[in-house]
Nanobody, 126 residues
Framework: VQLQASGGGLVQAGDSLSLSCAPSGDILSNWVMGWFRRAAGKEREFVAATRWRDGATYYSDSVKGRFAISRDVAKNTVALQMNTLKPEDTAVYYC????????????????????WGQGTQVTVSS
């Protein structure tokens, strides 16, 4: 499965941006789709995830209330709506897929995801 992420760009602080992720194959009902990011010089970190079968969502504390992950079952895509962006949100954002949805506690763990997209750059200027 290949994941294609798109929608990154350069925005100002306070602006909004939407990312999209489209896999090459069908997302199955027991999958988890996630977004991670890596800022320059920092570790990759969890941003958000959604469970495909019921749309349950999970967020890191740093983006909760500002970002929203959503799934479009008909279009087989996942979106990340990012509002009130801050300079510290600047990073390469990666879409990831986990082909099973057991153990909610590991949804935030990058090592539990099997498929990864190529990343899209988001830059927020102050």
């Amino acid at each position: 499965v290949q994941l294609q992420a798109s929608g990154g760009g350069l925005v100002q602080a306070g602006d909004s941006l939407s990312l999209s992720c489209a896999p090459s194959g069908d997302i199955l009902s027991n999958w988890v789709m996630g977004w991670f990011r890596r800022a320059a010089g920092k570790e990759r970190e969890f941003v958000a995830a959604t469970r495909w079968r019921d749309g349950a969502t999970y967020y890191s504390d740093s983006v909760k209330g500002r970002f929203a992950i959503s799934r479009d079952v008909a279009k087989n895509t996942v979106a990340l709506q990012m509002n009130t962006l801050k300079p510290e949100d600047t990073a390469v954002y990666y879409c990831a897929a986990r082909p099973n949805d057991y153990a909610v506690v590991v949804y935030t763990k990058a090592e539990s995801y099997e498929y990864w997209g190529q990343g899209t750059q988001v830059t927020v200027s102050s």
